[in-house]
């Protein structure tokens, strides 16, 4: 069992800065990639980025790349979502998942945190 648990959500202005953090109880943390999605309201859920579980490699969604970069920290269990020039558009609610197949279907992860609520408002 691996429980995932999001933090660093807000509110902020458009053009601004946030940092999400997803970090894992489990010891087998770093056999997971780490996927970050999210549910605006009304819409499905979508991928915004993944971590591979060696943190080398990570793939982004067309609307964040080059806004968003994701970061994993191997001695606090943690992937961390920096997220930059933040648009209305951002706004939803955001959930890290952990898998093993490096993917941004949502479908092809195990496990998942509860969200973290970002409002970007202009």
């Known amino acids: 069992q691996v429980l995932l648990e999001e933090s660093g959500g807000g509110s902020v202005l458009a053009g601004g800065s946030l940092r999400l953090s997803c970090v894992a109880t489990?010891?087998?943390?770093?056999?997971?990639?780490i996927g970050w999605f999210r549910q605006a309201p009304g819409k499905e859920r979508e991928f915004v980025a993944v971590?591979?579980?060696?943190?080398?490699?990570?793939h982004y969604a067309d609307s964040v790349k080059d806004r968003f970069r994701v970061s994993r920290d191997f001695v606090e269990n943690r992937v961390d979502l920096q997220m930059d020039s933040l648009k209305t558009e951002d706004t939803a609610a955001y959930y890290c998942?952990?898998?093993?197949?490096?993917?941004?279907?949502?479908?092809?992860?195990?496990?998942w945190g509860h969200g973290t609520q970002v409002t970007v408002s202009s």
């Open positions: 998942a952990a898998g093993r197949h490096f993917s941004g279907l949502d479908a092809r992860y195990d496990y």
């Open positions: 971590s591979s579980w060696s943190g080398v490699s990570a």
């Open positions: 489990t010891e087998t943390f770093n056999e997971f990639d």
